[in-house]
């Protein structure tokens, strides 16, 4: 059975319901000579590729950020049926028009195509980057330019904001389609944003569900248990496609086989009520344990980390303090928390440090200020470590 498919919103494309994401099939994350590529590493990438056809999952998504993806996608794309793929890059954001057209060159000549189905620009995280992508001579003319050439059908963005800046660039108008974090465990934060690009009639493509869902490919005891008998990554996956509203989840294979799990969930349990069962179960588990005030409104009236003492970033500790404590995912909330302070724009604000120090009077529209100088500090000496975090990207492999 082939996966299912949605329309990926004003492209009217249909969209398969699974991506091929092509971070993590590739050998590294720095640009590599050909003759360094290890067969084998390139084999298992041809595999992957042959077998998400075989599955109808026909939409390859790629970056120039992504070491040598392109390169090695350009070993085997052109050798299948061009009507048969939908094709995504995407390039970081550039200064100027001439800068980014420049980089696209660079990707199509590494991925020996003609054309692209779908470019996004990569990381538009602040409005500071909205506005460089949005003027006169940046990044959105350059897309233009190369539309009107008939070498990109779709223009895109990537993000790992919030909100407060992906909902203004969706309402812009100037793009098809988003790529954003969106899952269970960033519902309560991040849901605006989807809506956001659905009012604007936007395809939704949902970035890393596994990973930055909670780690789901090694999922805790309690996680197993609430979501039997699917797997907390099948069960996350379905949670995000039953809204109309998203559209594709990125599945970033390291090898054919890791597809299998998320094929099985959308192919047997496609609109299953066991979904939304599962949902009212972890949501039960979490009222028990954090009560059910807190688990509804813990989000609502935080400030943004800009204006936080300290730029302590409440909102993102607060969420993974509570799903830590809810659904023990203890190694996910260290790892993203060790992020806050060595991630840049990707991951933005601070740790929890010298709580005690600051005035939290910014705290004054939650409903639990007085109980959260506290959280935070707990959140730190729970999370806190002493090595520097990096990014996926960041790290050698």
């Not at 028009?97 to 980089?103: G, H, M, V």
């Not at 909205?130 to 059908?153: F, I, N, P, S």
């Not at 779709?154 to 389609?177: I, K, L, N, Q, R």
């Amino acid at each position: 059975m082939k996966v299912p498919t949605k329309r990926f919103g004003r492209t009217e494309v249909q969209m398969p319901v699974l991506t091929c994401g092509g971070m993590r099939y590739q050998q590294g994350w720095d640009d590599l000579d050909p003759g360094k590529i290890d067969p084998k590493i390139q084999e298992n990438l041809e595999d992957c590729i042959h077998y998400a056809l075989e599955l109808g999952i026909n939409h390859i998504e790629t970056a120039r950020g992504y070491g040598p993806s392109e390169m090695q996608l350009g070993w085997v794309l052109p050798k299948i049926d061009r009507s048969k793929l939908l094709v995504q890059t995407k390039i970081g954001v550039k200064k100027t028009a001439k800068e980014f057209l420049e980089t696209f060159e660079t990707s199509m000549n590494y991925l020996q195509l003609e054309h692209i189905d779908f470019l996004a620009i990569h990381g538009i995280n602040t409005l500071d980057d909205m506005e460089t992508c949005l003027k006169k001579g940046g990044c959105v003319d350059a897309v233009r330019q190369l539309q009107k050439e008939g070498r990109v059908r779709f223009c895109g963005f990537s993000t790992h904001a919030g909100p407060d800046v992906v909902s203004p660039v969706c309402e812009s108008g100037e793009f098809d389609y988003v790529n954003l974090h969106w899952y269970f465990i960033y519902d309560q934060l991040h849901w605006p944003m989807v809506e956001s690009a659905a009012k604007m009639d936007m395809g939704v493509f949902i970035i890393s569900p596994n990973d930055k869902g909670g780690m789901l490919y090694n999922p805790t005891e309690k996680m197993a248990k609430l979501c039997s008998p699917l797997t907390p990554m099948q069960w996350n996956g379905l949670y995000c496609l039953a809204r109309p509203e998203v559209h594709t989840l990125s599945i970033g294979a390291a090898k054919p086989t890791d597809f299998d799990e998320h094929v099985a969930a959308v192919s047997n349990h496609w609109n299953s009520p066991m979904v939304g069962e599962i949902e009212e179960r972890i949501v039960q588990s979490l009222e028990n344990d954090l009560g059910a005030d807190w688990v509804h409104q813990w989000h609502k009236g935080l400030p943004l980390h800009t204006e936080t003492p300290g730029h302590i970033n409440v909102r993102e500790i607060l969420r993974l303090w509570t799903f830590e404590k809810g659904l023990g995912i203890t190694e996910f909330a260290k790892m993203r928390y060790n992020l806050l302070g060595n991630a840049g724009h990707w991951f933005p604000g601070e740790q929890a440090v010298d709580v005690d120090a600051h005035n939290w009077s910014c705290l004054s529209a939650s409903p639990f200020a007085d109980r959260i100088p506290g959280l935070l500090k707990e959140a730190h000496a729970c999370f806190h470590e002493e090595k520097e975090a990096k990014r996926l990207s960041e790290s050698s492999q």
